[in-house]
């Protein structure tokens, strides 16, 4: 039991992990269009520290590894996603129990939204990583069955939604009307890690 | 022991801080404690936050430290830096919401008299709109 849970922790990091930096191309040319161009090199950065760690995390507990997570990407990103996505882990580890059912689950994460958006003093709808992370925690919420393909769903229809909508916050707001037309990167990463967990938690790796 | 407000100034491009610091340091003199840092882990243009708290303890005091920075990433990352402090420092730092280098210039000149950090940070945000 012990030793499948530490593997599938071991799973979790590593394949978000993974999928975000096999990404970096395609976040960097998404930020390239409405912000600094730096999306996709810095999270592969922070992300490549934690996978370094991969052994050392996956030994910790759930909340453990995550607020170690979080602490490399705050510390080794560099740019605005650092202490943004750090926020988001490490306050989901300091709410979630090794092996968290869905309202646990629901509940850290939903507290885990809010401090992103206390962080980035941000919200809702300003075309940020936030309006995935909403809809995403609205599912959990919800939870019912089939929960991993809803939440692919809602996660991949929040990063379309992102498209039309406005910059309120972050570089990309400096483009005003120009800022529409285009996904944002932070909404995209946000979506590779969520669909990165369903693939997971479904067995699909 | 110098027990003046102590001003640390953050940009994304390290030339910019390492300039701004040299414009304190001109314009305001040595006795105020400056201290500067840009870029990020790896030498781009970005912010560290442990640089940032590293910049903070090196020219901290009683009298405080009055922080400023550019961009939304490096505010943020100030804000983890100053949460990185021990509690009983992170309460005598603050974020100031104002123009980096205007805001440092004025900053210095205004803590060189002795102010509080609270007289310091307002003076320097007088210049934001």
């Known amino acids: 039991m012990t030793a499948d849970v530490q593997d599938l922790r071991r799973q979790l990091i590593k394949t978000t992990a993974e999928r975000v930096i096999a990404h ?5 040319t998404l930020d390239q269009a409405i912000g600094d161009g730096d999306h996709g090199i810095n999270m592969k950065r922070g992300l490549e520290a934690v996978l370094a760690d991969l052994d050392k995390l996956a030994e910790k507990p759930l909340g453990e590894a995550l607020k170690a997570a979080g602490m490399y ?38 507290a885990a939204v809010d401090a992103v958006k206390a962080r980035g003093k941000s919200d809702f709808g ?33 990063v379309a939604a992102t498209k039309p909508l406005l910059a309120i916050r972050g570089r990309a707001s400096f483009l005003g009307e120009r800022s529409k037309g285009h996904i944002d990167p932070g909404a995209r990463s946000s979506q590779l890690m969520v669909e990165a967990v369903c693939d997971v938690i479904e067995g699909r790796t | 022991m110098s027990q003046f407000v102590g001003i640390v100034i953050v940009s994304h491009s ?21 201290a500067f840092t840009g870029g990020n882990p ?20 009683e009298a405080g430290v ?14 983890m830096a100053v949460e990185m402090l021990d509690p009983a420092r992170g309460k005598k730092v603050r974020i100031c919401n ?18 509080t950090l609270e007289q310091v940070c307002a003076t320097a945000e007088e210049l934001s709109p």
């Open chain 1, 126 to 158: 300003m075309k940020t990583m936030l309006d995935v992370l909403g809809p995403v925690a609205e599912t959990l919420e919800a939870g019912g069955s089939e929960l991993t393909a809803t939440l692919r769903q809602r996660a991949a229809d929040a």
């Open chain 2, 98 to 115: 104002a123009p980096v280098v205007e805001g440092a210039v004025i900053a210095a000149s205004e803590a060189a008299g002795g102010s």
């Open chain 2, 14 to 34: 390290p030339d910019v801080a390492r300039g701004a610091a040299a414009m304190v340091r001109q314009m305001v003199g040595e006795e105020v404690p400056c």
């Open chain 2, 66 to 79: 009055a922080v400023f920075v550019d961009l939304g990433g490096a505010e943020m990352n100030a804000e």
């Open chain 1, 73 to 110: 990407l705050v510390t080794k990103v560099g740019g605005a996603s650092g202490p943004l996505y750090g926020t988001l882990f490490m306050s989901l580890g300091k709410g979630l129990a090794d092996i968290p059912d869905r309202a646990q689950m629901a509940s850290a994460f939903r």
């Open chain 1, 24 to 28: 970096a191309e395609e976040l960097t």
């Open chain 2, 42 to 61: 790896a030498g781009d243009l970005g912010t560290d936050p442990l640089k940032i708290r590293d910049a903070i303890e090196s020219v901290w005091s």
